[in-house]
């Protein structure tokens, strides 16, 4: 890749609609990095239906009832942002960005937490902190508090920045397209380990063990 986008280059790409922020950003959220907010939709899993996770047993009740993943989770919905959504110290949520955000192909990001935040004990992603060239959806994050007290979180609020930067020569393919399972939401969503490429060969390698048993 080449250079991180500048303040002033990041203002010529989002003239140029290189990248599109949905609603339209405010002056204040654009400097060296774009600073995105915080949704009003977070998921979480539910103790007393997920005592464990197993991405065999998840890739088989998806096969056979695909409603009964998300019955596993609660989805908590915080519309008004004067509601905090509550994230308890050790807890994990998933949520995702106010804004929608597209990138053209030749434009790739790197989703970092704020200062401010970080200082508290929030952590915005766990490991999935890079944004494909050619995304377009709502940007997720993974939410830990690492902190020692609980933190009320309120939608709207800048919690995160996305560093970005421009590919130093035509990319061979989309790549989000590559990563679709996860491309164009609005809302967050859960993960699906089991739909990894890896993971089937793995699995099915499990399975052969388990028939010679």
């Given at each position: 890749?080449?250079?991180?986008?500048?303040?002033?280059?990041?203002?010529?790409?989002?003239?140029?609609?290189?990248?599109?922020?949905?609603?339209?950003?405010?002056?204040?959220?654009?400097?060296?990095?774009?600073?995105?907010?915080?949704?009003?939709?977070?998921?979480?899993?539910?103790?007393?239906?997920?005592?464990?996770?197993?991405?065999?047993?998840?890739?088989?009740?998806?096969?056979e009832?695909?409603?009964?993943?998300?019955?596993?989770?609660?989805?908590?919905?915080?519309?008004?942002?004067?509601?905090?959504?509550?994230?308890?110290?050790?807890?994990?949520?998933?949520?995702?960005?106010?804004?929608?955000?597209?990138?053209?192909?030749?434009?790739?990001?790197?989703l970092?937490?704020?200062?401010?935040?970080?200082?508290?004990?929030?952590?915005?992603?766990?490991?999935?902190?890079?944004?494909?060239?050619?995304?377009?959806?709502?940007?997720?994050?993974?939410?830990?508090?690492?902190?020692?007290?609980?933190?009320?979180?309120?939608?709207?609020?800048?919690?995160?920045?996305?560093?970005?930067?421009?590919?130093?020569?035509?990319?061979?393919?989309?790549?989000?397209?590559?990563?679709?399972?996860?491309?164009?939401?609005?809302?967050?969503?859960?993960?699906?380990?089991?739909?990894?490429?890896?993971?089937?060969?793995?699995?099915?390698?499990?399975?052969c063990?388990?028939?010679?048993?």
């Amino acid at each position: 890749m080449t250079g991180i986008l500048s303040e002033v280059e990041l203002v010529q790409a989002m003239l140029q609609r290189e990248v599109v922020v949905i609603p339209a950003t405010s002056v204040d959220q654009i400097g060296p990095t774009l600073d995105l907010r915080l949704g009003t939709q977070f998921i979480v899993k539910r103790m007393d239906r997920l005592p464990h996770y197993d991405p065999r047993e998840f890739r088989q009740t998806h096969d056979e009832d695909p409603e009964k993943i998300m019955r596993r989770y609660e989805i908590v919905k915080r519309v008004d942002p004067q509601q905090p959504f509550w994230l308890h110290p050790g807890r994990f949520a998933v949520g995702c960005t106010l804004e929608y955000v597209h990138l053209d192909p030749q434009i790739g990001g790197d989703l970092e937490g704020t200062s401010s935040w970080a200082r508290e004990g929030l952590n915005v992603h766990s490991t999935a902190g890079l944004i494909h060239p050619g995304h377009s959806g709502t940007i997720t994050f993974e939410l830990h508090n690492v902190g020692t007290h609980p933190v009320a979180l309120y939608s709207g609020t800048n919690v995160a920045q996305l560093r970005l930067y421009r590919l130093a020569g035509p990319a061979p393919w989309a790549y989000a397209d590559r990563n679709a399972r996860y491309a164009k939401y609005v809302a967050p969503t859960i993960g699906r380990p089991w739909e990894d490429w890896t993971f089937e060969a793995l699995s099915e390698q499990i399975g052969c063990r388990s028939d010679h048993d």
